[in-house]
């Protein structure tokens, strides 16, 4: 609404999600027992943390959220950094065990567990090699094929997803994860095996109505940095971080990582001269204070003063917005519109 930031502020929802990747390498790590999997795990939080972090400042709600946003980037930059530390750690002692395992089992367990670990951290190349090996040594776990197809979906590999997926319904086919993913990878008007797919589904639906098992956590599997409940609103960045936001679906950090710094340095929240006005930034502890009056009044003399500063413009829409006089919030806003056109938009991508 505010220009070029949103006023309600739901980039925070994703702070209420799970950090982790929860349908694979967390299970992976209960279900195994592997230390040196569950340390990369670890390691990884320290980067979705600034990246939550980040995500809360993006809207600059109150205006002064310019160094907490820098300071994010720096969080995620570092956090990258250890977990890149500690996946190397993970590979040369796996190297070392791979070489000691004896039972193909055991070593299709590892193999499993180290595509896992290389298909959060987004090298998919690695991660289905991983998963491809662990194939050939246990071709008769369903799991392994779910994985390598799950790693060819991100991969954008739809043909050889929809292949990995077919043989873990054949080996497992009363399973509802699998009958859906051979469904999705194949028209059930064409495929006899999509048939009897679409009746476990519908079995597995008509057995959770019976049961009124509604709260219960969803079987099916979703790849993702963070992790966001089906019911959440979607988020929409300002649009001058849209490209980062993109590669981090990805799984290329590194990039996104230099398209946020770039986008930060010249984001009105770090560059606007006015918002370091003592005015303004009185304006603003007012604000945070819940002090509406007081914010108005110190906000529209630093606008006196100023009137050509966007940033001004909006924080001060934005707290007519809080004290409900939503017509002098949108004239706020269509102000600072005119002062900075270029400022308004958000990406037509949500994040996900």
Known sequence: M?????????FHVLMRRALVLPAVLLLLVLLLGVGRAQSTFETKQSFVAGLIRFMEALPGTFGDEGPPLLASI????????????????????ETL????????EAAAARRLLGGAVYLERGRLDRAVQQFTAAAELDPGRAGVHLFRGLAYEAARKPIEAADAFRQAWTIDPND???????????SPERSEDAQRALKVLQAFQQERQAKQDFRAASPFLHVALVDELPSTEPTFPPARYADGFALVRQGKYEDAIARFREAAATDPLNSSATLASNRVKDGIAALRDGDIMLALGHLTMAIEAAPDSSETHRILGMTYWFDQQYEESLVRSAVRGERSPTRNSHSVEPIR
Do not use: F, K, N, S
């Open 97 to 104: 065990e791979l070489q000691h395992a004896r039972a193909a």
């Open 74 to 93: 720096e969080a995620m930059r570092t956090g990258l950094e250890r977990w890149d530390a500690a996946l190397q750690a993970y590979e040369i002692a």
């Open 176 to 186: 509802p994860v699998h009958a859906y993913l051979l469904i999705r990878h194949t």
């Open 2 to 10: 505010m220009g070029g930031r949103t006023p309600v502020v739901r």
